[in-house]
């Protein structure tokens, strides 16, 4: 589905630079700003600091002077209000509604508004809306700045749309196989004869037992070569003393 997010009347400059961070993170890239304070608000210093790198969402971004250029071609709008309006749209969590909207088919272009920093949505403008979604908060206190607003639901609704693959931060390196944990534990075992904590003649379950956590630790050649040099520099000092 398509997806627009429509700031309206934002006074902070900072504001939209987190905005098209917040956006760019979770895949978005269609940003409005109905009458914001500067005219100039998508080149200030600000702004661009605050975004982060997200230029590409800043350089696309549409200045526009009514909420009515804002909403041309959009078919659900999505208000966000932390306060419900009498005679309003119904009030629901962001991720109960969008949860809903994906599995009826949704709608083929989506609009997700949020107001001002000081004074939030009109109720004019939230009237005009399908949906009025409320971020759970505590109880006492529900003050969201306008950015983390933008990024707790850009977050949602990209996880009702299917969401992104957690990404390993390093290569996934396979485990070594059963011959070089056996070689390894065969190492161990002789420096652990060598240095006396293991009595070959009562041995115990001791192997055994290291064989298992090895087993479960599943570990790489690399972490084999590790543990083979600490083998090695165990049976390089002298014997442990036995009590």
Request: with cysteine; net charge neutral; proline share 6%.
């Amino acid at each position: 589905m398509r997806t627009r997010f429509i700031l309206i009347h934002t006074s902070h400059a900072g504001n939209v630079g987190a905005t098209a961070r917040a956006m760019r993170t979770m895949g978005f890239d269609d940003l409005v700003l109905v009458a914001p304070r500067w005219d100039n608000v998508l080149r200030r210093e600000e702004t661009i600091q605050r975004a982060s790198g997200a230029l590409d969402v800043l350089e696309k971004a549409r200045i526009v002077a009514t909420l009515d250029e804002a909403l041309d071609g959009l078919t659900h709008l999505c208000a966000t209000a932390m306060v419900s309006r009498d005679f309003g749209p119904p009030t629901r969590a962001p991720r109960e509604h969008f949860a809903g909207l994906v599995q009826e088919g949704g709608p083929q272009h989506v609009g997700l508004l949020f107001g001002s920093e000081r004074f939030g949505m009109r109720n004019e403008d939230v009237y005009r809306c399908h949906v009025a979604l409320s971020i759970p908060t505590a109880p006492d206190f529900g003050s969201l700045n306008l950015a983390a607003a933008v990024q707790l639901v850009a977050y949602e609704w990209r996880q009702a749309l299917g969401g992104f693959e957690v990404r390993s931060a390093a290569p996934v390196t396979p485990p070594a196989d059963a011959q070089a944990v056996a070689g390894m534990l065969a190492h161990w075992e002789r420096s652990l004869v060598e240095i006396g904590f293991l009595d070959p003649a009562a041995p115990k379950k001791l192997m055994p037992r290291l064989a298992q956590l090895f087993n479960r630790a599943q570990p790489t050649m690399e972490e084999i070569h590790i543990l083979r040099g600490i083998a090695k520099a165990m049976a390089e000092k002298q014997p442990l003393r036995r009590s």
